[in-house]
């Protein structure tokens, strides 16, 4: 587990932590941000928890999925493709 797992594991164990929250600067929650930076394993952990993996950006509309795409993270690409929920063709803003 890198530096960015171990933290994430912390935050998901504490109560108060609402892990489908979204920034107030752009909207972007934890997995946009993970997915945008191709951290696999932070990515994995968040979507064994209650969080939207549709959900966009409030600037642009972007997913999870066309974060990851856009910056070449096939691994994370793949991963979410693998959840039945989301959806490939969701247009942006």
Not at 8 to 27: A, C, S, W, Y
Not at 80 to 87: A, F, I, S
């Amino acid at each position: 587990m890198n530096g960015h797992e171990g933290v994430i594991k912390m935050l998901l164990e504490r109560q108060d932590v609402n892990p489908d929250h979204p920034d107030t600067f752009n909207g972007r929650t934890p997995l946009l941000w993970a997915a945008k930076n191709g951290h696999e394993g932070v990515v994995k952990m968040l979507l064994e928890r209650e969080v939207n993996p549709n959900r966009g950006d409030t600037i642009c509309g972007w997913t999870p999925l066309s974060l990851a795409a856009g910056s070449g993270y096939e691994g994370v690409v793949k991963m979410l493709l693998e959840r039945g929920e989301v959806n490939p063709d969701r247009p942006k803003i």
